[in-house]
């Protein structure tokens, strides 16, 4: 029996008719050549990424989630959610459709921010695909890390601009990357005292320092980057918004983009369940299949709550967000962070035990996997942060859970 997408009460008929597009293009385009993707990232090429991208153009799927304008589809939160949960079930899917991170946040931060020159010097080419772009906030200890306001990195004004002075990593894409938005504190202010700055990447003073080295393999652009800033200077229309609005706009960024991060997980997720099901209704051991092992039962139901879960959790905030409830929507953010984080590494975790020796090798992509969703934890807030909010504004009462 084939059922409607469990959203599609959600949907509009546009969005619903929308959605198997992706997905079909993801089958078609993406699975089949996701290895030799990467492959060639490895060595520093893209032919055949090119390639998949010039389709996703042809087939008027190039980055949906922008406005008409910048050559995009105009979706809201909810659009986003529903495709990029299809690109999610592929490595280099959101990478396709011009939808990866950082760049579709930084992106979207430049759309709300952005002035008109700005706009058309750093987010017309970053539409295009022609540049990439890092955000850069994280800072080595003592400085910001899941606590923002440790931020040491800074910018004096000087004369008619600015000096940035400072030490960033984990900064994704930097290695790469044309230009960089780089948080720097302007003053003392605990909630008005940072500030945004666009950056060329090879400006004067501006070091990279090294590609840090981590424990998934690389990824396309997703290489993480360490920098000093040595008294890099910049002019007041490098300042993305106003002087004092650091802290505001990486809220902004970071809500919708950790719900972005949920939807490519759960598409990932839900691709490696699918796996499993193909393997323990045919293996057979001690004289039955694994699908008929009740142990191995328990584990295909506790994956598939999960994930239902987070797609329903997710879909809630991003129509929390298509009704301009930012603020509160944060709460529901972070449990669905939580939340999607966590089943993504149990499930890639099980599926490994699931297919045994196989799933351990390197002949299916779990291990791949897991090593680089294991970063999900940790990225844009690691699990203790998220799990504070959820209980602090539960025992505020900003909660409601039965919504």
């Not at 400085?143 to 030490?167: C, M, Q």
């Not at 449990?335 to 299916?364: E, F, R, T, W």
């Not at 807030?381 to 504070?388: L, Q």
Request: hydrophobic share 45%; glycine share 10%.
């Amino acid at each position: 029996m084939n059922l409607p997408p469990t959203s599609s009460f959600l949907l509009t008929p546009e969005l619903a008719a929308l959605r198997p597009r992706v997905r079909a293009f993801v089958d078609a385009h993406c699975i089949p050549v996701e290895d030799l993707i990467l492959a060639e990232a490895r060595d520093g090429e893209s032919a055949t990424l090119a390639g998949v991208r010039a389709r996703a153009r042809a087939a008027g799927l190039w980055t949906p989630h922008l406005p008409a304008d910048f050559g995009g589809l105009g979706l809201g939160p909810m659009g986003m959610a529903t495709l990029f949960r299809e690109m999610g079930r592929s490595p280099v899917g959101a990478a396709a459709f011009n939808c990866d991170a950082p760049d579709q946040g930084n992106m979207d931060l430049l759309l709300r921010a952005g002035s008109e020159a700005v706009k058309a010097k750093y987010l017309r080419p970053l539409c295009e695909a022609e540049t990439t772009s890092a955000f850069c906030m994280t800072e080595p200890a003592p400085g910001a890390g899941a606590d923002p306001s440790n931020l040491r990195t800074a910018a004096r004004r000087e004369g008619d601009g600015w000096v940035i002075d400072g030490h960033k990593w984990y900064s994704t894409g930097g290695e790469n990357a044309a230009f960089l938005i780089v948080m720097a504190r302007t003053s003392a202010d605990p909630r008005t005292g940072a500030s945004m700055f666009l950056v060329d990447r090879h400006a004067e003073g501006v070091e990279y320092v090294r590609r840090i080295p981590v424990m998934c393999e690389p990824v396309l652009h997703h290489l993480e980057g360490e920098f000093r800033f040595h008294g890099v200077r910049v002019g007041d229309e490098a300042v993305l918004g106003q002087i004092g609005e650091g802290f505001r706009l990486a809220q902004a960024r970071l809500v919708p983009a950790r719900l972005t991060h949920c939807m490519r997980w759960l598409g990932l997720a839900d691709r490696a369940l699918h796996m499993c099901r193909a393997y323990v209704g045919e293996r057979v051991s001690f004289g039955k299949t694994l699908a008929r092992h009740q142990l191995v039962q328990a584990k295909i139901a506790r994956h598939a709550a999960g994930i239902h879960a987070g797609n329903l959790m997710t879909m809630h905030c991003a129509w929390m967000l298509e009704q301009g409830l930012d603020r509160e929507s944060r709460p529901y953010a972070s449990m669905a962070k939580n939340h999607v984080a966590n089943v993504l590494c149990d499930v890639l975790d099980d599926a490994i035990q699931l297919h045994g020796g196989l799933g351990y090798s390197d002949d299916l992509p779990f291990a791949r996997w897991y090593r680089t969703a294991r970063a999900a934890r940790i990225a844009d807030g690691p699990d203790e942060v998220h799990t504070m909010v959820v209980a602090r504004d539960f025992l505020l009462g900003r909660l409601d859970l039965l919504v």
